[in-house]
């Protein structure tokens, strides 16, 4: 049987009291609910604190370039799509250096998970603005505030026809547990965007701001979340009242269900005709 302890990694070193925690905490309690061995899991990261989680937790891990998780996560999946991957990373290495990723990662519908850590600032490189810091946010770099309204990533993932979108908050983490276990039981592509805490560069979206103004979308009991245009509309709430929970999912076929080289099993048990390789292999020469 899995465990907990299982998936223990090396020593962190986020600040006390960081949100990243509670990220940490639930991926593995959702991986060892749902019985998934460390062996079955690669976890894909780029540069930043949230780009830290593989190194925290003990499973095949792969660490990149800034912005660059998703083609690394898309070439493993592709490889071995049998394998449970993992994308991680923080805002601005997901909806902005990476942003161009994040758009065709979703088109193709790539079955990967991917974690974003949304504390709407670049933690690692020490508190400037990034694409999801709220209008007026004051940092170093915007000491008049932000002038430019902020990206909507569940917005955004609605648009480009995304098969599954949620949102989570890591202050609560059975919430993010069980959107986690949703997320990896989805066949297909999943954005999780999840609600952040940064306790030292962001005093505006604390635990408590956040805590005040959250509410789950599964509670309304009408909500739909095989409708496109109801997510829609509540992806738009953000300030007083922000939703959290799956916004939308539907079954579509993913990417590497459409390879018939992938039809025999994962590339990576499949035989390599030796020969054909080294041909290959001399054309580069
Ligand atoms: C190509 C490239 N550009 C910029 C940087 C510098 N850099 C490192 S982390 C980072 C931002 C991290 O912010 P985010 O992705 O939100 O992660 P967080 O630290 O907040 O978790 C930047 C700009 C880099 N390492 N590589
Ligand atoms: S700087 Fe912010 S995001 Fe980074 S470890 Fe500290 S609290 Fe967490
Ligand atoms: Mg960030």
Redesign the pocket.
């Known amino acids: 049987m899995v465990k907990l302890e299982d998936y223990r990694g090396g020593e962190t070193a986020w600040c006390p009291g960081c949100g990243?925690f509670g990220i940490l905490t639930a991926l593995k309690k959702a991986l060892v609910d749902l019985g998934i061995a460390p062996y079955e899991v690669l976890i894909v990261s780029?540069?930043?604190?949230?780009?830290k989680l593989p190194h925290y937790m003990k499973c095949n891990t792969f660490n990149g370039?800034?912005?660059r998780t998703l083609p690394v996560a898309t070439a493993a999946k592709l490889a071995n799509h049998r394998l449970h991957v993992f994308a991680v990373?923080?805002?601005?290495?997901?909806y902005?250096?990476g942003g161009n990723h994040l758009i065709h990662t979703i088109r193709r519908n790539v079955g990967v998970k991917y974690l974003v850590?949304n504390?709407q600032?670049?933690?690692?490189?020490k508190g400037?603005a990034?694409p999801t810091s709220d209008l007026g946010f004051v940092t170093k770099t915007t000491p008049r505030g932000v002038v430019a309204p902020p990206l909507n990533p569940i917005a955004l993932a609605l648009a480009l026809g995304a098969s599954f979108v949620a949102r989570s908050f890591s202050g609560d983490i059975p919430h993010l547990v069980h959107v986690l276990k949703e997320a990896i039981r989805h066949r297909g592509f999943a954005l999780v965007d999840i609600l952040?805490p940064?306790v030292t560069f962001n005093y505006l979206n604390t635990f408590a701001w956040y805590r005040k103004r959250i509410y789950k979308l599964e509670e309304e009991k009408t909500y739909d979340s095989a409708d496109r245009f109801s997510a829609f509309k509540k992806a738009q709430e953000w300030g007083d009242r922000i939703p959290v929970g799956v916004f939308y999912k539907e079954g579509r076929p993913t990417f590497e269900e459409q390879f018939p080289a992938l039809k025999d099993g994962p590339l990576v048990k499949q035989k390599i005709e030796l020969q054909r390789l080294e041909g290959l292999m001399e054309e580069f020469t």
Request: net charge negative; glycine share 34%.
């Open positions: 990243n780029g540069i930043g604190q949230a780009g370039l800034h912005g990373g923080g805002d601005g290495d997901g902005g250096e850590h504390n600032i670049y933690g690692l490189t400037q990034s952040q940064c």
